[in-house]
């Protein structure tokens, strides 16, 4: 393919950003000795080339030495700066802050972005995060002064690439704060061209929201003008199934309508064409600022602007050369953008489509040309082609990007492609319309009809189980081996056998699909259960072949099960298939809405209502289950319910006593010739009391709960014979009845075992 053969411009750029990329890796004073190497090469090979005369090998070189030498030393500029605060981590300091914008802001927690203007006494301009263990009282703009906890951006991660996000925002350290001594207000940082143009872009989007009811309103003010947090978590759940959350992020699609609109415009007007490509550039601009400046606005802009340059210089514009010359202005401008998904993800799906777009031409243009009923069937079979290579080549792009920051793959994005993207761009100038056209009310009638069947087909598409996990070990040694050849592939000259390029891209699915198919049927007939517990919080999460169960043993709170999730996610989980309730609780509704929400559960059991509360608990259930498209399946106590096929669970009658609100209650779950037994630890004690009969139970694993009522007597086992027993504390193995036993664990965050 030769990609970068007479392309020195996007070589040079690409030695930028790698540059960039090592100035975080390597240490600071290597670092250095690398930039001054650059920049003695660069002046050497300078004094050779006005010695020696212009050659353009030499120039090349030239160029790209410069460009590696600027990258190491920007890079390095931004770690100095960094390493500077290393001293200050984990002490008290004295900061003053200008709030640029809350990222979340609850009745548990709030998380800001924050500028560091002052940091004890010494004035600082730096981006930093600001956590409270409440909720935040300030807004976007407040300047705020006081004492807060310094620590490094990796303190308190709920998942492991959250540090790399919090330094694709130019954050360089996190700060603390304390409901005992609260910052002070101090006033408001109030810039006014930023404020207007957020106020435009608010106006425009309520104009759009009131024209074209529902969630179709919604989805298309978000795709016009970037205002995604107005939509709710299950829609963008959906997209994300889908395989069209692209369409959400302001991006090269969004960009090139409204610059070929403006620019049509403008030619109506009779305006010239080099006229008119400087206007469109300062158009593109304005919409940039208007709609926050996301990175993948920014490239795109800057490849608009790349492309109209040229035009202005009557020189011919390479697609190659200004994505790579807009990702290293980006880089040189932000090096900490590097770290960013969303810049990651937007420069890789557009170099796969620019690489392989050649190879969706030599398909096409075998099947010739030809007429009538024959001709379309052509032209109809060329679209879904050329549709297919393009979903293909962006997907095996950034398939390095989803497999270490997301873990799952959408394998309905190319039908998705297929089917929706082709709706995406009227829908977009029918927005237009609706805001600068009259009669406003027809486009808005039709926007909304089109979004809503546009949503009708993201929701039908997102309901297939077609969304894989990354998580499965081989799958490393399969994706790298295979990116690399592809890069091999596509920078030499293939000549007449170009079609081998695409290689790797077929490679992985066929290699992926087979592996996949292994392990399922590897694990097909086993269970893998995971006991969990946090405090007197637990869980029991089973898998089975990509398949899961999540039985929630305590309160149901939201951290709790999504704890659970995350150990059903590295079982290669991708959905929940049954989220199981034991007895109700009033936090159980909230948390159930926020989980559904984000990860598709397909069905909630919850037990038959015994109170007037159970039943209005179960009410809200249904109604949070509804709206989040989750089926919701009454059970009664003692009945055994099928799970994965060939496993059965059962869960006994909760038993209350008045020294605590919380049930006693047990369940088992019997999986082939092996079964988990569960009780609280007080369930002995309320069936003794209550003249309950605990018949003896033949398990392989015994567990004592934390949950619900503590013991006040010795615990009875229920198991006769020798099983693995877990206990909540080392006092309870001394009161632990029989002490003849297999094994004892005192509780582990997370115990294995596997039922078969």
């Not at 101090?186 to 529902?214: F, I, P």
């Not at 309160?555 to 709790?560: C, I, K, V």
Request: with cysteine; glycine share 8%.
């Amino acid at each position: 393919m030769a990609l970068l053969t007479k392309r020195p411009l996007a070589t040079a750029c690409i030695f930028l950003i790698i540059s960039t990329v090592l100035a975080f890796l390597l240490p600071l004073f290597w670092c250095g000795i690398l930039v001054v190497t650059a920049a003695a090469t660069f002046l050497f090979l300078l004094f050779l080339m006005l010695y020696r005369g212009y050659r353009y090998s030499l120039l090349c070189i030239l160029l790209v030495v410069l460009l590696v030498a600027l990258g190491l030393l920007r890079g390095g500029i931004y770690r100095r700066q960094t390493s500077m605060l290393e001293e200050h981590i984990g002490q008290s300091v004295q900061a003053s802050l200008t709030v640029k914008q809350i990222r979340y802001s609850n009745a548990y927690a709030a998380e800001l972005l924050v500028r560091v203007d002052v940091l004890n006494g010494e004035r600082t301009e730096f981006f930093a995060v600001l956590c409270f263990d409440h909720a935040s009282p300030f807004y976007s703009g407040d300047k705020l002064e006081g004492e807060f906890t310094c620590q490094d951006l990796s303190h308190d991660n709920y998942y492991p690439t959250q540090q790399y996000h919090y330094m694709a925002e130019g954050c360089r350290i996190m700060l603390l704060g304390s409901s005992e001594t609260p910052p002070l207000l101090r006033g408001r940082d109030e810039d006014h061209l930023k404020a207007m143009l957020e106020d435009c872009r608010l106006y425009l989007s309520e104009r759009l929201t009131d024209a074209v009811s529902g969630d179709a309103g919604l989805v298309l003010s978000a795709m016009l003008l970037g205002t995604r947090d107005v939509l709710s978590d299950t829609l963008t759940r959906d997209f994300g199934r889908a395989g069209v959350a692209h369409l959400l992020a302001l991006s090269g699609l969004h960009v090139g309508i409204l610059a070929l609109l403006f620019d049509r415009i403008l030619c109506l007007l009779g305006i010239g064409k080099r006229w008119r490509a400087v206007a469109t550039v300062l158009f593109l601009g304005l919409y940039l600022a208007m709609t926050g400046g996301a990175l993948s606005t920014l490239r795109a802009v800057l490849m608009f602007g790349a492309v109209y340059l040229a035009f202005f210089c009557r020189r011919r514009a390479d697609a190659l050369t200004s994505l790579f010359l807009a990702a290293a202005i980006i880089v040189w401008i932000e090096p900490y953008a590097i770290f960013s998904v969303s810049f990651q993800m937007t420069v890789l799906a557009t170099l796969g489509i620019l690489a392989y777009g050649v190879l969706g031409g030599i398909i096409v243009r075998r099947f010739g040309h030809a007429h009538g009923i024959k001709g379309l069937f052509y032209r109809c079979v060329s679209v879904v082609l050329q549709s297919l290579i393009i979903s293909f080549s962006a997907g095996f792009a950034v398939l390095p990007v989803q497999w270490y920051a997301f873990g799952t793959l959408a394998a309905m994005t190319p039908l998705s492609n297929l089917l929706i993207l082709p709706l995406a761009t009227p829908f977009l100038l029918l927005g237009l319309a609706v805001l600068f056209l009259f009669p406003s009310k027809l486009f808005a009638a039709l926007a909304g009809y089109l979004g809503e069947l546009m949503l009708w087909l993201i929701g039908w598409i997102a309901s297939f189980r077609a969304v894989f996990s990354l998580r499965y070990p081989f799958v490393p040694y399969l994706l790298w081996p295979l990116v690399i050849l592809a890069i091999i592939l596509l920078l030499v000259d293939l000549k007449r056998r170009r079609w081998c390029a695409g290689l790797p891209i077929v490679g992985f699915l066929l290699l992926f699909t087979v592996g996949v198919c292994a392990v399922h049927g590897q694990q097909a007939g086993k269970i893998e259960v995971a006991y969990r517990v946090s405090g007197r919080q637990e869980g029991i999460v089973c898998t089975s072949a990509g398949r899961s169960l999540l039985i929630d043993l305590s309160g149901g709170s939201y951290t709790q099960l999504n704890e659970d999730w995350c150990l059903a996610s590295e079982a290669y989980a991708t959905e929940i298939d049954v989220l199981c309730l034991t007895h109700y609780h009033a936090t159980q509704s909230a948390a159930f809405a926020k989980l559904a929400s984000r990860i598709t559960v397909r069905e909630l059991w919850v037990p038959a209502p015994a109170t007037v509360h159970d039943a209005q608990i179960l009410q809200a259930l249904f109604e949070n289950a509804t709206a989040c498209g989750t089926s919701v399946v009454l059970y009664d106590y003692d009945t055994p319910l099928t799970v994965f096929s060939s496993a059965t669970l059962t869960v006994s009658p909760p038993l209350f006593e008045s020294r605590s609100s919380e049930p006693a209650f047990a369940l088992t779950l019997s999986g082939g010739e092996q079964t988990l037994y569960y009780e609280t630890a007080a369930y002995a004690e309320y069936c003794r009391h209550q003249s309950i009969v605990r018949e003896p139970r033949d398990a392989s694993l015994y567990i004592v709960g934390a949950h619900g009522p503590k013991a006040k007597e010795d615990i009875v086992s229920a198991v006769s014979g020798a099983c693995t027993v877990i206990l909540p504390n080392e006092d309870a193995v001394t009161h632990f009845l029989p002490h003849t036993v297999h094994e004892y664990v005192v509780y582990p965050e997370a115990y294995v075992t596997v039922l078969q």
